[in-house]
């Protein structure tokens, strides 16, 4: 039988390819996708910086 995947470490690894991405969208599409995460936080910091506030 199959372990079910670690979803902590699925999303972390997600966010970590939206940094290396560093575009408004991905930032926004993780938003989307996660919203109840933790990470949201951080990526409503880097759109801010994105976009100059």
């Known amino acids: 039988m199959q372990k079910p995947p670690d979803y902590e470490r699925a999303v972390r690894s997600e966010f970590e ?3 290396a ?3 408004v969208q991905a930032y926004e599409r993780f938003i ?3 919203p109840g ?3 949201v936080g951080d990526a409503r910091k880097a759109i801010s910086r994105l976009q100059g506030r």
């Open 17 to 19: 390819a939206v940094r």
């Open 37 to 39: 995460h933790p990470l």
């Open 21 to 23: 991405e560093n575009t």
């Open 32 to 34: 989307r996708r996660h």
